[in-house]
């Protein structure tokens, strides 16, 4: 059994010791929640009877056929039987990572990462480092990537906008990687957590799915939606075959999603401009309120703004360095940030002179304001 070969995965350590004692989440990748009486207001008549009426047994394994149905209408060409739900992202990245590298099969995988990815990776087969470099703002060097292609590459696997930096790949280059999968009929593993969430809509990318027969799609309610709290993820997959072996293992798993989780999936999914538009207001209005806060502060930090997503990595300047200072942070004036010690990787080196700052919440204002006093 694999989970052996898994090391403690530190950013959720990270979360589970200062998550909910921090006064002030900074760090958060996820955008400002609703209530279930908000989300309820959004709902039609159908679903608000829907809700009303459910009845709390197991779920069709595969997901309720019409929660499957609204998420593939959120991909082009795709229909509800190329859908398969899963408990958050987490557990259908890792069914999806397990389906498809055998035992000592290599991969290719962007850093820096969510360190499931490369984890899970690395637990399975061999890997090499897609890297997404600063002083590339981020960006991916395709004559890198060709070179680190390998006979036995079986998954490239990339996460765009990404975690930690925010950075998306151009159209150019995401098709150039799939182009590279598709040379040589290996998997192309996109995990698609935080699209909805460019600042620019130009730069929003195609969903694998839509482009390959072995490009898999994650995705997820968690991050542009902000309801982390319904942990209903997916994968979607035009090779049949592949969602059956996903499901073999689903039902090791979770075996089945929660079924008020499905209906209120249902109902955001149906009033997703909405809450995608209220939920970039918020996120542009805090990126105004990044840009003065570290214009104000360029001696102790390097920003610039992401391209997407409600994270990025600035840089600490000071001299105690970024991890004493994120712990001088939270443990003096609870401001929860994340190290980028936290996102070291196996697999590239990752600069440890930064942090990852979130600003999806609604109270950044205030938190901003706390750690501003912090400096006087
Ligand atoms: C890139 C990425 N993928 C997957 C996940 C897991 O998402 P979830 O918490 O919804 O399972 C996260 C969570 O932070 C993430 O950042």
């Known amino acids: 059994m694999t989970a052996a070969a898994l090391p403690p995965f530190r950013l959720e350590h990270h979360f589970g010791k200062w998550e909910f004692r921090a006064r002030y989440n900074v760090a958060a990748s996820d955008a400002q929640t609703m209530t279930v009486a908000q989300l309820l207001e959004l709902a ?6 829907a809700w009303d009426e459910l009845a709390l047994g197991y ?5 309720d056929p019409e929660l499957r149905a609204r998420i593939a209408a959120t991909y082009r060409g795709l229909d509800a039987d190329d859908v398969v739900c899963f ?28 360190q499931s990815m490369e984890a899970v990776v690395l637990s399975l087969g061999t890997a090499t480092a897609l890297p997404l470099r600063s002083e590339r703002d981020w ?6 990537v060709r070179a680190a292609m ?23 280059t995401f098709r150039a990687l799939i182009d590279l999968a598709a040379e040589r009929d290996a998997w192309f593993f996109s995990d698609e957590v935080y699209r909805g969430l460019e600042r620019d809509p130009a730069t929003r990318l195609p969903q694998a799915a839509e482009l390959y027969e072995r490009g898999i799609s994650l995705g997820v309610m968690s991050k542009a939606y902000g309801l982390a709290g319904l942990r209903v993820g997916w994968i979607a997959c035009r090779d049949r075959a592949l969602l059956a072996k ?57 920003w610039n703004a992401p391209p997407a997503a409600c994270i990025a990595f600035p840089r600490y300047l000071g001299r105690e360095g970024a991890d004493a200072y994120c712990e001088r ?20 080196t990752i600069p440890t002179d930064r942090f990852r700052i979130g600003f999806g919440r609604a109270n950044l204002a205030e938190a901003l304001d706390v750690w501003e006093r912090t400096f006087s």
């Open 44 to 49: 039609d008549d159908a679903d608000r009877k």
């Open 59 to 63: 779920t069709q394994m595969e997901g």
């Open 87 to 114: 408990a958050g992202a987490e557990e259908g990245l890792w069914c999806a990572l397990q389906a498809t590298l055998g035992s000592g099969e290599h991969a290719l995988v962007t850093t820096p990462n969510y």
């Open 139 to 144: 960006t991916l060097d395709l004559d890198a």
């Open 150 to 172: 390998r006979p036995q590459t079986r998954l490239i696997a990339v996460n765009f906008p990404n975690n930690p930096t925010g950075a998306v790949a151009s159209h150019e």
């Open 246 to 302: 996903l499901m073999a293992l689903k039902q090791y798993l979770s075996i089945c999603n929660s079924g008020p989780a499905e209906i209120l999936s249902r109902i955001a999914l149906k009033a997703r401009e909405h809450i995608l538009s209220r939920v970039n207001g918020l996120i542009d209005a805090n990126v105004r309120l990044l840009d003065a806060f570290f214009a104000r502060h360029r001696d102790r930090f390097e």
């Open 329 to 348: 942070l939270v443990e003096g004036h609870g401001i929860l940030l994340v190290p980028s010690s936290i996102f070291a990787s196996e697999l590239a």
